[in-house]
């Protein structure tokens, strides 16, 4: 499990920046992009001020199956697994390689709902 990964999908899934956990932490942006891309490991308490940042539990943070808890959302086993091998290799690709695979999945879920 990637701590980092999980907190940038929380984020994003609130639709926060990092800059809005700055704020409401007082942790830097720059230290927040370390933990996120995997280059830093945070402690329990730092854990816990992302969490409360965040508006969740901390031991939300642990859950593996983060995506199963949103609301409006509903994935089958296989499309869950998908996205979270996706989530997880996503976090080893260059920001340009990250836009591509977003805009690849983008285009297929629309394929996909349009038929």
Known sequence: MNIGVTIRAFRLQKGMSQGDIEKRTGLLRCYLSRVENGHTVPS??????????????????????????????????DEIRFLTQVQRYSAHLSESDRR????????????????
């Open 100 to 115: 591509l695979l977003l805009a690849m999945v983008r285009k297929f879920a629309a394929t996909s709902v349009n038929g």
């Open 44 to 77: 329990i308490e730092t854990l816990q001020k992302i969490a409360g940042a965040l508006d969740l539990p901390l031991s939300q943070m642990f859950d593996e199956q983060p995506t199963r808890d949103l609301p409006g959302l509903s994935l089958n086993e």
